[in-house]
């Protein structure tokens, strides 16, 4: 967080390095985290399948953190941009038949945009997009792999329309993760970048807050929800660095 710990990890860094080299990359700490799912047949055709936007910022792993999908968050001129990236890069990275997941981080101050990671397969994310839409993304994906377009793919939901169409969902769909720190003592349970949870539960709800107590009372924790079932005092506060 300082020229002098940037300079600890880096002594750190280099003398653990067989090069004796390290790479310093720009920190996106504390910058939104959002999610697409995107596809693109043999024809050229990009859908994107829905938006997820994950409530802990960059530094959180994305298996760890609460995802609500669509993003609450983003301007139309931001989500326009937004996909408009996305079309960019499975074009750029010239996926053809199937669909990529694409991780983006935006800083809430200027509102720049990095790329963080891109993962041209199924993944988590793709797993809960299918869930949160309805949109079947396997089975389209292998579809379009032996070289169908989206046109030429019925819905298996309605029956009727094309998967071509872009899903449009009006409630939100929460994701929460599922941690068990008393069956692993030795592990720190503070949440990074590296992923410790169990295992996650998802809900539906038509507001954000609906979805999230929904997701809450799922984990079978003993809770049911916040605020409002006399268990807010049981979690313990943050720690002060300073102490």
Not at 184 to 196: A, E, H, R, W
């Given at each position: 967080?300082?020229?002098?710990?940037?300079?600890?990890?880096?002594?750190?860094?280099?003398?653990?390095?067989?090069?004796?080299?390290?790479?310093?990359?720009?920190?996106?700490?504390?910058?939104?985290?959002?999610?697409?799912?995107?596809?693109?047949?043999?024809a050229d055709n990009v859908i994107i399948i829905t938006s997820m936007e994950n409530v802990d910022p960059m530094g959180v792993h994305t298996g760890d953190s609460m995802v609500v999908a669509p993003?609450?968050?983003?301007?139309?001129?931001?989500?326009?941009e937004y996909t408009n990236l996305c079309r960019r890069v499975i074009?750029?990275?010239?996926?053809?038949?199937?669909?990529?997941?694409?991780?983006?981080?935006?800083?809430?101050?200027?509102?720049?945009?990095?790329?963080?990671?891109?993962?041209?397969?199924?993944?988590?994310?793709?797993?809960?997009a299918s869930k949160a839409t309805g949109f079947p993304i396997a089975r389209v994906a292998t579809k379009l792999a032996i070289g169908m377009t989206l046109d030429?793919?019925?819905?298996?939901?309605?029956?009727?329309?094309?998967?071509?169409?872009?899903?449009?969902?009006?409630?939100?769909?929460?994701?929460?993760?599922?941690?068990?720190?008393?069956?692993?003592?030795?592990?720190?349970?503070?949440?990074?970048?590296?992923?410790?949870?169990?295992?996650?539960?998802m809900a539906i709800g038509r507001t954000f807050k609906e979805a999230l107590q929904k997701g809450i009372r799922s984990l079978e924790i003993g809770r049911f929800g916040l605020g409002f079932d006399g268990k807010d005092h049981l979690v313990p506060p943050p720690k002060d660095d300073a102490e």
């Open positions: 967080y300082n020229l002098e710990e940037l300079g600890d990890c880096l002594t750190r860094a280099i003398t653990a390095s067989p090069v004796g080299q390290v790479l310093v990359e720009q920190s996106v700490l504390g910058w939104k985290e959002i999610e697409f799912e995107v596809m693109r047949d043999c993003s609450q968050t983003l301007s139309a001129r931001e989500y326009t074009r750029k990275i010239d996926v053809t038949g199937g669909g990529v997941n694409i991780q983006f981080g935006g800083n809430p101050e200027n509102g720049d945009i990095v790329i963080i990671e891109v993962n041209p397969r199924l993944s988590r994310s793709s797993a809960l030429e793919i019925t819905n298996d939901i309605t029956g009727k329309t094309l998967a071509y169409f872009e899903p449009t969902i009006d409630y939100c769909v929460f994701k929460v993760a599922r941690f068990t720190f008393k069956k692993f003592p030795q592990t720190d349970p503070t949440i990074n970048t590296s992923m410790k949870s169990v295992g996650e539960a």
